[in-house]
């Protein structure tokens, strides 16, 4: 017991949860007051665990409703955007791809106490 903590999540030993500190997600980005751009810290809120982590790549720009890239490796995301990224957490982390297990596939992004964007884990690295 003295091992486990907040944010820690027991599984079978025969069916072990990924644990990485590199994830490809969609997110959609709220209201944001200054536009994300590639290494953007951020605070990530997945279940009762919160984690520094940092946006390493913008991979891809996608239409909200549809998910069709709209553009390539773009330099910065706005308010009410949506996006293929990927993030890297500074300790490794326990993550399911969302299509795989919905509840341990879905996290929040924080900044200064704020909620700015929320997404989905579509691959781990």
């Given at each position: 017991?003295?091992?486990?903590?907040?944010?820690?999540?027991?599984?079978?030993?025969?069916?072990?949860?990924?644990?990485?500190?590199?994830?490809?997600?969609?997110?959609?980005?709220?209201?944001?007051?200054?536009?994300?751009?590639?290494?953007?810290?951020?605070?990530?809120?997945?279940?009762?665990?919160?984690?520094?982590?940092?946006?390493?790549?913008?991979?891809?720009?996608?239409?909200?409703?549809?998910?069709?890239?709209?553009?390539?490796?773009?330099r910065v995301l706005g308010n009410n955007s949506c996006a293929?990224?990927?993030?890297?957490?500074?300790?490794?982390?326990?993550?399911?791809?969302?299509?795989d297990f919905k509840e341990l596939g879905r996290f929040m992004?924080?900044?200064?106490?704020?909620?700015?964007?929320?997404?989905?884990?579509?691959?781990?690295?």
């Open positions: 017991m003295s091992t486990v903590s907040v944010g820690c999540i027991i599984c079978d030993p025969q069916n072990p949860i990924p644990v990485t500190t590199r994830f490809q997600a969609r997110i959609l980005v709220f209201n944001v007051t200054v536009p994300i751009t590639i290494g953007y810290p951020v605070l990530l809120h997945h279940q009762s665990l919160i984690e520094p982590a940092v946006l390493s790549k913008l991979q891809a720009q996608l239409h909200k409703s549809t998910g069709e890239t709209i553009k390539k490796k773009p293929l990224v990927e993030l890297e957490t500074t300790r490794p982390i326990c993550i399911e791809r969302y299509a992004l924080r900044v200064g106490g704020v909620t700015i964007a929320a997404g989905m884990v579509t691959k781990i690295r």
